[in-house]
């Protein structure tokens, strides 16, 4: 059960991972380009390699992307066909050098039905585009503030639908998103519960990434805002139920807490392997 956390890749895939190695991750996660732009860095073919032997000396897990937070599948013309294509472009160039899985937040829309099917027709574009490969792309379960698409079960299940149920279509599931938009995870009954409810709606087997993160607000507050492992609304007790879960630890897990810079997280680190029953 690989554990890591949210660093950068913008110096290059060996310096993220000595980064990780550095903070006792075992995987990491990272943007796959510029969080609130377009811009993308070319990632060599002397990089990939380095990467590899690095990887393989360090023990590390495959790493898990983050694509920009522009993109919106949900809209229409320009910024839907921006978002195909960078959610295509990022599948290829994330698989280049063995991330796991590439994780997208859904999008927004007015009318949601109308955005559902948009988001899915966007995926299935972008994963054609993609070509082969074993990077997922995993829809990202949201808190469900107003508009956003892909915080109930129901919603992710509609878009894989439409996106015509492809195997490198996965979901991504945040501890903060899930208590925000009202599922009570803080005990292995509640845990279980959210598992169902997603399970029945997109099958089991499509989860493939944990975000985790406290919540700074309340169960069902629909607001979207981390907090660092404890120091939440979930607090120590409810993340150690989530990192008890057998389910949910056997998830590649990346931490997005808020921290002030990356070597930080080598403390959040500690505390989710202490809650984990770790070290
Ligand atoms: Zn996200
Ligand atoms: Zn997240």
């Not at 980064?19 to 510029?34: V, Y």
């Not at 997005?256 to 984990?276: F, N, Q, S």
Request: aromatic share 6%; with cysteine.
């Amino acid at each position: 059960m690989p554990l890591g956390a949210h660093l950068t890749m913008s110096k290059g895939l060996p310096a993220a991972a000595r980064l990780a190695a550095s903070i006792g991750a075992d995987t990491f996660g990272f943007h796959t380009r510029n969080p609130r732009g377009g811009a993308r860095r070319v990632i060599s073919a002397e990089e990939i390699a380095e990467w590899r032997a690095l990887r393989q000396e360090l023990g590390l897990a495959a790493p898990v992307g983050h694509l920009p937070y522009t993109i919106n599948l949900g809209s229409e013309r320009d910024i839907w066909e921006f978002g195909v294509r960078v959610v295509g472009e990022d599948l290829q160039r994330c698989a280049a050098f063995g991330a796991h899985a590439i994780v997208l937040h859904p999008g927004h829309a007015v009318d949601a039905e109308a955005g559902l099917a948009r988001v899915g027709e966007g995926v299935k574009r972008a994963l054609e585009a993609a070509g082969n490969g074993e990077t997922l792309l995993c829809l990202e379960g949201m808190a469900g503030q107003t508009g956003e698409l892909g915080a109930e079960p129901g919603q992710l299940a509609r878009i894989i639908r439409e996106a015509g149920e492809p195997p490198r279509l996965g979901v991504c599931l945040d501890t903060c998103h899930l208590f925000a938009a009202g599922w009570d995870i803080r005990t292995h009954e509640g845990i279980d519960r959210m598992l169902a409810a997603f399970g029945d709606a997109v099958g089991r087997g499509r989860i493939q990434v944990l975000h985790l993160n406290d919540s700074r607000f309340p169960l069902g507050s629909h607001r979207d805002r981390h907090a660092r492992l404890g120091q939440g609304e979930i607090g120590e007790e409810g993340l150690r139920a989530v990192r008890a879960h057998p389910f949910l630890r056997g998830l590649p897990t990346i931490l997005e807490t808020p921290v002030d810079d990356y070597p930080d997280y080598a403390g959040e680190i500690a505390v989710a392997r202490r809650l984990g029953g770790e070290g």
